[in-house]
């Protein structure tokens, strides 16, 4: 089988566990033809036309607007695909692509990675689940554009949304990562018997290479508190920020890494931690290795916890990275989270915003080895379920199901 995935930049040498990365990889391990098209920008890790990464041969484009004539002729020129895989429902290259298959009547399936970072959708990014989401708002037709257009003459906007959305429903199958996921498609009009549900995934040895902890963490002696994600407020970094006083009182030897690629807010972080008079407790690191990465983990795992205090998730990656690697976890109760942790069980929740919470969460599993070892176990069954084999044969199925059609 000959697969196509177009995507945004989610196949780079530098982003070794993006879901779109793992898939082309696994594909084409199993044998399968794989090949795929991405955004070209200016960066390192998009900059070169043609890359072969993991034996997948990647030709990036550049886009003017939703129009890319490198696109159409890369489209056309290479061999025809069995079935061609769309990533990120925002993908600018979905539109053009999606018309050209049909056209060729070669099968489409999409997964959009997170619904509610969606602008349209959602009022606030940071705090979506803040504010009902306005599915009104959402053009996924020329009926729905019309109709958008006689309400408001906005021509600009309108066309923007219609190209956004427009392909969810032009699809042959719909992959969607959660039960939420699949709630918010069928609202937007996806019809149920193309949806499908399939888990981003994680390689089962992602963590055997090389690995070593920072320099700036490698003195810590007592229980690590760990925050590795972006510093977004749709990440929550402040709200552990805002429990370290609470999670101190308890324990008064626990320390804190914030690792983040994206420190967007980081002099907020700094303020909090000052703030509370931890500034000496909380070491600061602008990005971390895959091996890194592991080794924080691991280190965690023998006496802390991992904590992803998030106000949204498109899925969860870091969680079920954090599992692998038998280190408890502590995240919020909210859609897509409350797929992945079972109170309790593989780890633990707390309310949204709710400080308090998160603290007398991270002071459980600090304080309570049986808990941790509870929920460490618990998180190593867990991910059985997310590895890439088991992932992998689902999309198999898929793809074999959309070509019969």
Not at 99 to 110: G, S, T, Y
Not at 233 to 242: E, I, V
Request: hydrophobic share 40%.
């Amino acid at each position: 089988m000959k697969i196509l995935i177009i995507t945004t930049n989610g196949i780079t040498t530098t982003f070794q566990s993006w879901p779109e990365r793992l898939q082309a990889r696994g594909l084409a391990q199993r044998g399968y033809e794989v090949w795929a098209i991405t955004y070209r920008g200016k960066q390192d890790f998009n900059r070169l036309e043609r890359e072969t990464i993991d034996n997948v041969e990647v030709r990036r484009v550049r886009r003017r607007g939703w129009l890319s004539v490198g696109l159409a002729q890369a489209l056309l020129s290479g061999p025809k695909p069995d079935v061609v895989h769309l990533h990120h429902l925002s993908n600018q290259l979905a539109f053009e692509s999606a018309i050209i298959c049909k056209l060729r009547r070669i099968p489409l399936v999409m997964t959009p990675h997170g619904f509610f970072h969606d602008p349209y959708l959602v009022i606030d990014r940071d705090r979506p689940f803040a504010y009902p989401a306005r599915y009104s708002e959402m053009i996924l037709s020329l009926g729905q554009f019309v109709k958008a257009m006689f309400k408001q003459f906005k021509p600009k906007r309108h066309l923007k949304n219609y190209l956004n959305h427009s392909p969810l429903l032009m699809m042959d199958r719909v992959i969607v990562l959660s039960r939420h996921g699949k709630d918010v498609a069928l609202k937007l009009g996806v019809k149920e018997k193309r949806l499908a549900i399939v888990p981003n995934a994680i390689d089962r040895d992602w963590a055997e290479g090389e690995s070593e902890l920072p320099p700036e963490a490698r003195g810590i002696d007592g229980p690590l508190v760990l925050y590795l994600g972006q510093f977004k407020y749709r990440k929550g970094f402040d709200l552990l920020a805002k429990a370290i006083p609470a999670i101190l009182e308890k324990c008064p030897a626990a320390r804190f890494v914030f690792a983040g690629h994206s420190p967007i807010h980081e002099a907020e972080l700094i303020r909090l931690a000052e703030n509370a008079k931890a500034r000496d407790k909380l070491i600061l690191l602008h990005s971390v290795s895959e091996g890194e990465k592991a080794a924080l983990f691991r280190r965690a795992a023998q006496s802390g916890v991992y904590v992803l205090p998030t106000r949204y998730e498109g899925f969860g990656i870091p969680l079920i990275e954090a599992m692998s690697l038998g280190c408890p976890v502590v995240s919020t109760d909210i859609p897509v989270i409350d797929e992945l942790i079972k109170d309790g069980e593989n780890g633990l929740l707390f309310p949204l915003e709710d400080v308090n919470g998160l603290a007398a969460a991270v002071g459980r599993v600090l304080q309570d080895v049986g808990l941790r070892h509870k929920l460490a176990e618990g998180g190593l069954e867990t991910v059985k379920n997310f590895f890439t084999p088991v992932v992998l044969d689902q999309l198999e199925t898929i793809y074999r199901e959309v070509r019969r059609k």
